[in-house]
T-cell receptor, first 113, second 114 residues
């Protein structure tokens, strides 16, 4: 089945700096890549997603890039703020399994004021 | 308010004592799923359901059962809980398959099996 590796597992940045989280996937047929943010004690929520027909997508301070050849995608957060502190999960679809999602292991991002 | 509701939110039980975690959504979603969250392992899918009376195993189904008798409800059943099922559980739903739209998660149920 699909395997999604996410790095780093923890990331600490200074407020105002940029943060980058990377994920690799194994199934070349995967075509949908969402990112979920989970604040402490809360439920995961979708923050951005990208489909395989585009290479980059932006929404204000967050962006996602996709490299289908290398089978990796990344989340970029610019001008980080303390409220960006959370656990971030990447995921990839599994076309050979009904397009279910496989999630990465998560990245705990800490933004220091 | 559109939401996915899980109960109980917290539960401590003992090995072998059957328990059920309920999940209900009010968005008329066809797809529902259960995940468990463990440190470093992310969200792993236990079971999912594409519609009423249709359920399928996810990545880690052993020790769990589910049912989908009504569109809005998708309970998770642990017939004989064991300590390795101590985890944070999330129910989630989406309009169709997660690839089509956002996956809405419940608040989570933290289960401890002694």
């Amino acid at each position: 089945g699909e395997n999604v590796e996410q790095h780093p597992s923890t990331l600490s940045v200074q407020e105002g700096d940029s943060a980058v989280i990377k994920c690799t996937y194994s199934d070349s047929a995967s075509n949908y890549f969402p990112w979920y943010k989970q604040e402490l004690g809360k439920r995961p929520q979708l923050i951005i997603d990208i489909r395989s027909n585009v290479g980059e997508k932006k929404d204000q301070r967050i962006a996602v890039t996709l490299n289908k050849t290398a089978k990796h995608f990344s989340l970029h957060i610019t001008e980080t703020q303390p409220e960006d502190s959370a656990v971030y999960f990447c995921a990839a679809s599994m076309p050979r399994a009904g397009n279910m999602l496989t999630f990465g292991g998560g990245t705990r991002l800490m933004v220091k004021p | 308010e559109a939401q996915v509701t899980q109960n109980p939110r917290y539960l401590i039980t003992v090995t072998g004592k059957k328990l059920t975690v309920t999940c209900s959504q009010n968005m008329n979603h066809e797809y529902m799923s259960w995940y468990r969250q463990d440190p470093g392992l992310g969200l792993r899918q236990i079971y999912y359901s594409m519609n009423v009376e249709v359920t399928d195993k996810g990545d880690v189904p052993e020790g769990y059962k589910v049912s989908r008798k009504e569109k809005r409800n998708f309970p998770l059943i642990l017939e004989s809980p064991s300590p390795n099922q101590t985890s944070l559980y999330f129910c989630a739903s989406s309009f169709y398959r997660p690839i089509v739209g956002e996956l809405f998660f419940g608040e989570g149920s933290r289960l401890t099996v002694l």
